[in-house]
């Protein structure tokens, strides 16, 4: 089998599971690095693996613009040519269908794009969308789907429900390779019962997993959340549940809480790159004067190798002079801080003790909103390349 998943423990609405994939095991619930051009910004896969991250995204649009899927697979798939031995996920380049919404035409048949680029097409139909990502080689795969805006007028929601579902049938019918797990994507705006109907549809395609899109753009958390409990709870228990493109550490938590077991989101290292570090007790904005001169190290409760090493002090100079080492040292120090709050969750989930933990950290981190977070997956955007 491509993928199975076991449900090892359980703590109100809460999962701890595993994944198993031809490149290895996933603990559940987990984060993943986005790796959208075949490269988590700014480190290396050494250094992703000391951080023992499980699982990292790739994108399925940005790849076949550059360097183009035919090139990767002829290099040995994706694991070879960006030497990562860890399971990897690409999605279909649906959300590029959102974020690049002036750049591309949409029917039944598929979407054209104009590449953001150099203007040339590319067309992703629901076929070409699982050729693409079966040359790619990833373990687990994404339907091509429709992600509309959370100010969408409801038929243009429910337009974009009905063509992911019917992409959904022809993406399983077009899968040849049997040792990836492809995963149905749930649509359906911030209507719960639409979600519902798309989660109870997708799920007689009997996929071996399921994913929640469309959030995290642009409504406010609170309505996010709402829907999510519905949603979530459509899902089979026994398959695992991705929500993609969510969000900040608050998110993660609120998202566990839910039953959700795996997430995504260019935070950590976009947020990096910007001298922006996450903490146990919020977000650090290094940039700041008050930074000049601290000689305490980025967040006392982290082990990571920048914390161990690097004052505030030293990492607001790296900013300051425009140093390539400033954006790798924080990057680096945004995934460990994400990673670790997962593995806390999962030993809570373990041990019954979830509720408190996650009282614990949303009171540390303050009640924190998304804030930044209308980001998403790593479409693109005028003021940065794919994150």
Same mark, same amino acid.
């Given at each position: 089998m491509a993928l199975s998943f076991t449900l090892l423990?359980?703590? /109100?609405?809460?999962?701890?599971?595993?994944?198993?994939?031809?490149? /290895?095991p996933v603990e559940t619930p987990i984060f993943m690095p986005v790796g959208t051009a075949a490269t988590v910004k700014g480190l290396t896969p050494a250094q992703l693996l000391d951080l023992d991250a499980h699982l990292i995204l790739a994108n399925t649009y940005h790849l076949a613009l550059r360097p183009g899927s035919e090139l990767i697979a002829d290099l040995g798939g994706l694991h070879r040519f960006m030497h990562w031995s860890r399971p990897i996920l690409t999605d279909s380049g649906g959300y590029q269908v959102f974020s690049l919404a002036e750049k591309r035409d949409i029917s039944d048949a598929g979407v054209r794009f104009r590449s953001h680029i150099d203007g040339r097409p590319l067309e992703l139909t629901p076929e070409r969308a699982i050729a693409i990502q079966e040359q790619l080689g990833a373990d687990i795969i994404m339907c091509l789907d429709e992600c509309p805006s959370s100010v969408d007028a409801e038929p243009a929601i429910q337009e974009a429900m009905r063509r992911t579902l019917q992409w959904a049938e022809r993406c399983r019918a077009a899968q040849r390779r049997s040792d990836q797990a492809l995963f149905g994507i749930v649509q359906g705006g911030l209507n719960p019962a639409w979600r519902i109907a798309c989660a109870e549809a997708l799920i007689?395609?009997?996929?071996?997993?399921?994913?929640?899109?469309?959030?995290?753009?642009g409504e406010p958390t609170a309505q996010m959340l709402a829907v999510l409990d519905e949603a979530a709870a459509a899902l089979p228990t026994d398959k695992p549940r991705y929500l993609m493109g969510v969000g900040t550490p608050a998110d993660l938590i609120e998202g566990v809480a839910r039953g959700i077991d795996l997430f995504d989101c260019v935070l950590p290292t976009r947020n990096g790159r910007n001298a922006q570090a996450f903490t146990a007790s919020g977000t650090v904005k290094l940039r700041n004067a008050g930074h000049r001169t601290d000689p305490s190290p980025l967040d006392p409760e982290c082990g990571c190798y920048t914390c161990q090493h690097f004052s505030r002090a030293y990492l607001h100079h790296l900013f300051s002079a425009g140093e390539m080492l400033g954006p790798t040292l924080v990057s680096l120090h945004n995934i460990a801080f994400y990673l670790g709050l997962m593995g806390q969750l999962r030993h809570a989930i373990e041990a019954g003790r979830f509720d408190a933990v996650r009282a614990e950290w949303l009171t540390k981190l303050g009640g924190a909103d998304r804030g930044t977070a209308d980001h998403n997956k790593g479409g693109w955007h005028p003021d940065a390349a794919a994150p």
């Open positions: 423990a359980t703590d /109100g609405q809460a999962r701890r599971g595993r994944l198993t994939t031809p490149h /290895g007689k395609l009997d996929f071996p997993g399921y994913a929640l899109g469309g959030f995290s753009v």
